[in-house]
């Protein structure tokens, strides 16, 4: 018995120590190398997880480490001088920036992409496009039937996220910018939302353009991707359509930040540049975002500089 | 010699103070064994009641209870009505024992009185495996199965609805119905049986007139038991009930209970607010929910022993 104990103690000690031996930084030979602390939104939370797999392959001396917990613990992480960047789904607002300014913090935002969402209905719809205004509607329950937008005469059917989503606070204050109406289904993910679609005739919902797409970048079948014009005199855009999203002419699209402290430097600065590199952004792409657009570029390689 | 056996004597009496020190021992393991339970049961209520206190102080009760709408983090303030929640819960639940109760009860009467007894030693072990299977599954199977199967025979667009939800836990709770009611009605004296049988009665008489009631307080117990699991049950609902917080108005309606209300929004609630204590108070109310329910099958069994 006391052997068995001893030798469990023994096989212990060499676990942990092997354990710490592997976490152990190698030593310092020529090229970077270092930690970098990523925390925040957890849209962006693969994204960034993903990127990282792929730079500390290029950079084996470099430990990223990807945490999610929300843009806002992000940002105020950020604040608090705990970590290196800040992924954000949202712009950093003005009361964020002046505290982290009396912390003599210098927040600097490079949008590393964007996310756009889509709205989906069944494929035996016949709508095809609608207005911001009217997903708005609709989702607040002003419009209950599909023929009041051009459909056929069938009770809507709702299907969202759940409040604990990012996606569900995003359409809230892009689309809706008031309560979702209480007839929504509330459901668990986007897949669910994508199944529930493609199976019910009268159905709406929205998800990330990842999850409508398969592969090859095409649409999968059994639902239609709605286009979204603004409003009713401009052109309706497709998500799918990634020059348009691009371009800034799909509505409902917002970027995705990184958020560091000052200009970049060293490990931080290396990492940015792999990220808005075309390697970076052809993952972006690839996690189901879209690329940074021109304008949004151009700021980044001032941001840069 | 004399010295020998005192110091047998002596020897003996230390092994007797010795055993009986050990007896204790385990006396008061066993005592610590069973308070841990209270304890651990009356932690559960403390920390449910006070951090639901400070809900209450911000919100009427009467707002809490009788308005409908359940939306704390509203575009336009936040709105706490725990109305919808209940109804759809109590909806959910009494739909679940509609289906549940006559089927474990026949179920149970068959393995009890009709069943060969081989037959039942592998129907029995089997229903208890039913018990086993994880929430989650059950749930997967009502979106993946069930709610197709229901959108075609009701007619309807989607079969995310409460009909969905009572059908899963109806299953849920089969298991414990069954096991107990069986129980129940196998311990009823054979003597009642032989008298009935004496009189000129046959079987199905035997079984509907005397043998049911004499059991019936077991198995109220047995079903209470069973719908005590339903009201509690989450992951099954939040999967398949599609989670509309709108009042129900059919069991065709898409109802969010209050255990899925609790399980999605305690995810993002930020700490010490309103809508933290306030998800403290529906979970205080599903508690006494509950609790209710088990003390009413716990004063039901009593009884029930009290008779034998």
């Not at chain 1, 925390?39 to 990223?64: C, F, W």
Request: proline fraction near 4%; hydrophobic fraction near 45%; charged fraction near 20%.
């Amino acid at each position: 018995m006391n052997m068995r104990k001893g030798l469990g103690v023994i096989v212990l000690v060499l676990v942990f120590s092997l354990l710490l031996l592997g976490c152990q930084p190698k030593e310092k030979e020529q090229g970077l190398s270092g930690q970098l602390q990523i925390k925040g939104s957890d849209t962006i939370v693969n994204l960034a997880q993903v990127l990282a797999e792929k730079y500390m392959e290029e950079k084996p001396k470099v430990a990223v480490a990807v945490t999610g917990g929300g843009s806002g613990t992000g940002i105020a992480a950020l604040i608090n001088d705990a970590i290196d960047i800040a992924n954000s789904s949202r712009e950093i607002k003005e009361s964020e920036i002046n505290q982290a300014k009396e912390r003599d913090i210098e927040p600097v935002s490079f949008a590393i992409g964007m996310d756009g969402i889509s709205f989906i209905v069944n494929e035996n719809n016949p709508v095809k496009d609608l207005t911001v205004e009217e997903l708005g509607k609709i989702y607040r329950g002003e419009i209950t039937n599909w023929k009041e937008i051009g459909g056929d005469d069938r009770e809507i059917t709702l299907y969202g996220r759940q409040s604990n989503s990012g996606t569900f606070a995003f359409v809230q204050e892009f689309v809706l910018l008031g309560d979702y109406s209480d007839k929504m289904m509330r459901m668990n993910g986007n897949a669910q939302i994508v199944e529930a679609v493609k199976g019910d005739k009268n159905s709406i919902g929205y998800v990330g353009v990842a999850y409508v797409k398969d592969e090859n970048g095409n649409e999968i079948p059994g639902l239609n991707v709605l286009a979204v014009s603004k409003d009713a005199n401009t052109q309706a855009y497709s998500p799918l359509d990634t020059e348009s999203v691009k371009a800034g002419k799909y509505p409902v699209a917002r970027a995705v930040y990184q958020i560091i402290d000052g200009k970049p430097e060293g490990i931080v600065k290396d990492w940015l540049e792999f990220v808005l590199s075309e390697e970076g952004q052809n993952i972006v792409e690839t996690e189901g975002f879209f690329p940074v657009p021109s304008n949004l570029a151009a700021e980044n390689d001032e941001n840069l500089k | 010699m004399k010295n020998k056996k005192s110091n047998q004597a002596v020897f003996m009496l230390r092994n007797r103070k010795k055993s009986r020190l050990r007896e204790s021992g385990y006396k008061y393991f066993f005592l610590c064994n069973g308070l841990l339970a209270i304890f651990v049961l009356g932690g559960i209520f403390y920390l449910l009641l006070t951090n639901a206190w400070p809900f209450f102080k911000e919100i009427s009760l009467k707002e809490f209870i009788l308005t409908k709408s359940w939306n704390p983090t509203g575009w336009n303030g936040a709105s706490y009505g725990i109305l919808s929640m209940v109804v759809s819960t109590l909806m959910v639940t009494f739909g679940a024992m509609l289906i549940a109760v006559p089927l474990g009860i026949a179920c149970a009467a068959y393995l009890a009185e009709v069943a060969s007894p081989g037959f039942r030693e592998v129907v029995k072990p089997l229903i208890e495996i039913l018990a086993g299977i994880p929430s989650v599954v059950i749930g997967f199977i009502g979106i993946v199965v069930l709610g197709p199967l229901l959108a075609r025979i009701l007619g309807t667009s989607h079969g995310l609805n409460a009909i969905n939800g009572s059908l899963l836990l109806s299953i849920m709770s089969l298991p414990t119905i069954i096991t107990l009611s069986e129980d129940a009605i196998s311990s009823v004296p054979i003597e009642y049986k032989r008298a009935s049988l004496a009189l000129g009665a046959n079987k199905w008489y035997t079984l509907i007139k005397i043998t049911l009631p004499a059991g019936l307080s077991g198995i109220v117990a047995a079903v209470m038991l069973g719908m005590g699991r339903a009201i509690g049950e989450t992951m099954t609902v939040l999967m398949a009930t599609g989670n509309a917080p709108a009042f129900p108005t059919s069991f065709t309606d898409s109802v969010r209970t209050i255990t899925s209300s609790i399980a999605i929004e305690l995810g993002e609630v930020p700490y010490y607010t309103t809508h933290f204590h306030g998800l403290f108070a529906i979970g205080l109310i599903l508690f006494m929910m509950t609790f209710f329910v088990n003390l009413v099958s716990d004063l039901i069994l009593n009884k029930y022993q009290e008779v034998e």
